[in-house]
C-alpha cells in the first residue's frame, strides 16, 4: 500500500505541485520533552503554508497519532465540519507518556489516500 | 438505550457518588461566541474535579462532538494512551461554523457505559 | 440529543414519511439463541424496504453495535463504499457472548442523524 | 512506519513464529469477480490456523478495507467483544464496486502493531 511523505516544498519548482504536497501532509506539533506521568499535548495538523479543501467529495476523513508501532488516537470528521471551506484540520490530542516516544501521524484524504508525517523524538524523564 | 447526564454534584451528598458522576461525565468547553467562517476550538474534557481511571479494563475509549443532531467528529482512545493512570480525557477539535450551534459531547466508558455533556449555545456571526 | 426510532411503517399513510423513517431505520438481524463462548452472527442493516442514498453529502457513514449500555463494535464508511447509488448499508460483526444480551444498533445519516434500533434479546447458554 | 506482513508459515520452522505471524495477519475473503453496481461481500478475517487473545492488554482493536489507496471502510472493537478468549475476529463488508479493485485490509493488535493483508485482484464487470 502507498503511503505518501511529506518532501520539502522548498526543493519543488512548480507551484501545483508545492500545493499539493503541503496541504496533504500531516505534521505533528509539541514539545521536545516531555515528563513521565504528565499530560502532554500534541496537535496533529494538516497541511502547512497551503490548505485542504472541505468538499463533499474531497476533504480530509480522518487522522491518527502513532508512538512507533503503537496506536495512541484517531480523530474522525465528516465533510462540512470545516465549514466547505479550504482550512488545515487540526486536532489536540492530550496523552499520558511513561518513556521516549516517536510521535507521528497519518492523514486521510479521500481522494489523494494516505499521508503520513515526519516523525518526531520525545525525550520522557 | 440509556444515556447517562451529568448531575450538579454539589447538589449529592455521598462522596462515592460525587465521584462516579463526575469522572464519567463529558464537558464541552468554548467561547460562547464565533465567527462565521473562521476556526473555532472546542475542548472536550472527561471528568472535571474528579480523575478517570486509564484501566486496560476500564478507560475512555471514545468521545464525540455534535451540533444538535449533527455529528462533528470523534476521537478513539486505546487503554493505556493515558499512561494507565487516573487523569481527565481531553481532546480539542477545531471546527469552522457557519450559523449557531448547540455543542454536545459523549464520552464512553468502557465499564460505565454512554455519558452526555450539557448542550453548550454558540453565537455565530 | 435527539435520537430518531424506527415506526412500523404499515401503520404510516404517507408514502414519502413511510421511505424516510424506513430507510434510516437501522435494523439488527440475529439468531434469538446463541452459545456461550462460541461466535455469533449480527448482521446490522439500515434500511429494511427502501433504499438509502449514496452521495455524497448525504450517506450512512457509521453504525454501532450495542449489547444494552455495553459498546460491542462500530463500522465507519465513506461516501462511495456503496458505489454512489441507494442501497441497503449493511455489516455483520462476529461477536462471543458470554451471557444473555439485548442487542440494539445506531445508525448515522449525515442529513438526517442518529437513529436507533429496536432492541433484540438473544437468550445466550 | 514498520506494518508488519504475512509470511508463508508452512516455510517457518519455529512453531511459536508461526502462531505469532498466522494470528496477527489479515486475510481478505471474497469472490474474484463481481458486477458493477450489485453488492459485494467482502469478509476480513485475523488469523487463519491460529487464533489471537481477547484479553484486556491485547486484543485486535480494529480492522480497516482499502481498495488500493482508498479507504473502505473500518471496523472498531474493545476488548471483550469476543467472549475474552482467543479467536478469529471477523467482519464482513458490503461494498457496491464499480470497477476493478485491489482489496487489501489492515488490522491492529493493541501489543504488536499493524499488520497487512495481501492485496486481493477483483475483477468488475
Chains 1, 2, 3, 4 share one sequence.
Not at 47 to 68: A, T
Not at 88 to 109: G, Q, R, W
Request: net charge negative; charged share 30%.
Amino acid at each position: 500500500m502507498k503511503i505518501n511523505r511529506y518532501q520539502d516544498i522548498s526543493e519543488i519548482d512548480r507551484e501545483a505541485k508545492k500545493d499539493y504536497i503541503d496541504r496533504h501532509s500531516a505534521f505533528v506539533h509539541c514539545e521536545d520533552n516531555a515528563k513521565a506521568g504528565e499530560k502532554f499535548k500534541v496537535k496533529v495538523q494538516v497541511g502547512d503554508e497551503y490548505k485542504h479543501p472541505d468538499d463533499f467529495d474531497h476533504y480530509i476523513s480522518y487522522v491518527q497519532l502513532w508512538d512507533g508501532e503503537r496506536f495512541l488516537g484517531e480523530a474522525n470528521f465528516t465533510a462540512g465540519t470545516m465549514g466547505n471551506a479550504p482550512t488545515n484540520v487540526e486536532v489536540d490530542f492530550y496523552i499520558v507518556p511513561t518513556k521516549n516516544m516517536k510521535l507521528m501521524a497519518h492523514a486521510y484524504c479521500t481522494k489523494h489516500g494516505l499521508w503520513q508525517s515526519d516523525e518526531i523524538a520525545v525525550s520522557v524523564s
